[in-house]
């Protein structure tokens, strides 16, 4: 055989493209999908966490004279509000969106079939979330400030913990995905598995007041982590739930980085066939 | 294959060699011990039933999937181990086309190109050429969505075409299209050919097969049974000229049968019009018609004359009927 001695026609092969360079195809990719519909795509995104802090934080909280860890209780809940955000966005991101473009879109396909690698495309996927993790939180961490519910000036990095938490909760999501066979089994995740963990991880009231088995197991979730990382930011250390609460933000990005790059390993597996 | 001249001689390795090839899915053997070979600027076509395991060897070819067993070399180099090298030399236009619907054209043809890293004037002129190529200029701003099957599968094979490969894989390529669209894009892909593109081509129509490919391969239950050029496949498998006529007394029961004349025994009491063949004959049948295969074209409609019944038709043998004939007549073959 020969094969070996294959010699390319004159103007020789194109260089093939650079990791960095796949990587920002994959992201281009979904960013021009996204920016082709933004208004349709963003809107509710931004105005469910904005309902909440009205109705919840506004409409309840004017009958709640009592301080949350020494907060007005709309303040109490903007860290909770930007976390949710950050998680949902993400979340999402990496199951039913993920899910349709792998099972209906075939988007993956197309990418798999150009230089592409199953890595990039769930690394590029994951950066993606994390971006729109960083987008959504940014706007809504505006909006908080506008209303008065934001008191320290660290709210700057809101975006960078927002996209931190969205990588950790777009691998979260990768997991899941990596096993479902049926777009509809992503319910129970949400409904089982999120929504229970955001109730309690102290975005309505402070976890540390809940009894002994429950406030383990609620210091115990990465949500706890990400709403306490927020609260730093919003409002400074005096107002944290723990007195160890400077290790949430590390607890955040160690959560990222194995969540992350976990999930993309599973997605990678299923699909390549 | 082909005559190509002095100047391909350095080039004549081949663009993809394949041996003992094997992929299995669980406990299906899709794909079980191919040998291939694809010469540079020829057309290699593999057929095959649904089923027969030819979109998997393309994937494998294509270093999207990797095979459990045997070696692939494509430009030289293994497709899976080397899948960005590889795949930044080849151009793919997939049976489902996974374009993006709410895009336009244009801005489908810019994602897809930057997988490549091509962007910018290359890009542009690149994709304004193959627009133009493929008939599809002036639709730059339409969305995928709005496009008739044959525009987004002409847009499918530009954007296969984006980055100037040496090699392209198409998969299907005019499955579900209408005659004229198909007979469009099969003009287009001679002139691919004519500029001395390498490709690989998986289809089930025979037509398609016989248009476009310089080297047929049959593949049947994961293995290929046969492959040669196009003719010769058809003169090494059967007579010339065939008669297809109705079955006397309906439907035959067992279909997928070939019978060679005088072995009479093998027919039963219902194959009286198989029996009277004329001599030096294959027979065989599917469905409720019967195929009478002869090199004498004369005994042939003789023969026809005397027996055929109800929609008799004479022709040359194709490349359908050794398609038939290697991979059986009944549906789960």
């Known amino acids: ?273 | 294959m082909m005559d190509v001249g002095a100047e391909r001689d350095v080039n004549d390795a081949p663009v993809v060699a394949a041996r003992g090839v094997v992929k299995r899915f669980g406990d299906l053997t899709a794909v079980d011990g191919v040998d291939l070979q694809i010469r540079p600027g020829t057309c290699y076509a593999l057929l095959g039933p649904n089923g027969a395991g030819k979109s998997t060897l393309s994937r494998i070819i294509g270093g999207v999937s990797p095979c459990d067993d045997g070696d692939v070399h494509v430009f030289g180099m293994d497709p899976w181990e080397h899948q960005v090298e590889v795949k930044t030399r080849l151009g793919v236009v997939p049976q489902e086309d996974g374009l993006d619907e709410e895009l336009d054209v244009l801005r489908n043809l810019h994602v897809y190109g930057l997988f490549f890293g091509l962007r910018g004037v290359a890009f542009r002129e690149r994709a304004a050429q193959l627009l133009e190529f493929m008939e599809l200029s002036g639709r730059e701003t339409t969305r995928v969505v709005a496009l008739s099957g044959g525009m987004r599968r002409r847009l499918s094979i530009a954007r296969g075409l984006l980055s100037d490969p040496e090699m392209m894989i198409l998969d299907e390529p005019t499955t579900g299209l209408d005659p004229q669209v198909r007979h469009a894009i099969w003009a287009a892909l001679r002139r691919l050919r004519a500029r001395g593109l390498t490709s690989l081509l998986t289809t089930h129509y025979m037509e398609e097969a016989a248009q476009l490919a310089d080297t047929v391969g049959i593949l049947h239950r994961g293995r290929l049974v046969a492959e040669d050029a196009p003719d010769a496949l058809i003169r090494e498998h059967l007579p010339a000229h065939v008669v297809e006529t109705e079955i006397a007394g309906g439907a035959a029961h067992g279909s997928g049968r070939t019978t060679e004349r005088p072995s009479r025994d093998a027919c039963d009491a219902s194959d009286a019009s198989a029996a009277d063949a004329p001599e030096g004959a294959l027979v065989e049948r599917y469905g409720d018609r019967l195929f009478v295969f002869h090199d004498d074209r004369e005994t042939l409609l003789a023969w026809a004359a005397q027996h055929g019944g109800g929609r008799t038709l004479a022709r040359a043998a194709s490349l359908e009927d050794v398609f038939l004939k290697l991979t059986g007549r009944s549906l789960d073959a």
Not at chain 1, 113 to 123: K, M
């Open chain 1, 1 to 273: 055989m020969r094969d070996a001695g294959y010699t390319p026609p004159r103007h020789g092969p194109p260089p093939p493209p650079s990791v960095a360079m796949r990587l920002f195809s994959v992201w281009m990719r979904h960013a021009r999908v996204y920016a082709d519909s933004l208004f349709a795509n963003a809107t509710p995104a931004v105005l469910e966490p904005l309902l909440l802090l009205l109705a919840v934080g506004v409409g309840v909280g004017r009958y709640i004279s009592a301080e949350f860890n020494g907060l007005p209780y709309r303040e109490f809940m903007a860290a909770g509000i930007l976390g949710m955000t950050a998680l949902y966005t993400a979340a999402f991101e990496a199951t039913h969106a993920t899910f349709v473009r792998l099972r209906y879109q075939r988007a993956y396909d197309s990418m798999l079939n150009s230089p592409i690698t199953p890595r990039d495309v769930f690394l590029g996927e994951l950066l993606w979330c994390a971006t729109k993790g960083l987008f959504y939180t940014t706007i809504v961490a505006v909006v908080l400030a506008v209303a008065g519910a934001v008191s320290s000036g660290w709210i700057v990095l809101a975006p960078v913990a927002g996209f931190v938490t969205a990588l950790a909760f777009g691998g979260l999501g990768f997991l899941v995905t990596s096993v479902v066979s049926n777009i509809s089994q992503f319910q129970f995740f949400f409904t089982a598995g999120l929504t229970p963990m955001v109730f309690f991880s102290g975005l309505m009231f402070p976890v540390q007041e809940l009894p002994t088995p429950l406030r383990e197991i609620a210091f115990a979730t990465p949500m706890f982590h990400v709403i306490e990382t927020f609260r730093l930011l919003t409002s400074g250390p005096a107002h944290a739930s723990a007195s160890w609460t400077w290790v949430s933000p590390f607890v955040v990005l160690l959560t990222a980085l194995v969540l992350g790059s976990w999930g993309v390993r599973r997605m990678e597996r299923r699909l390549v066939r």
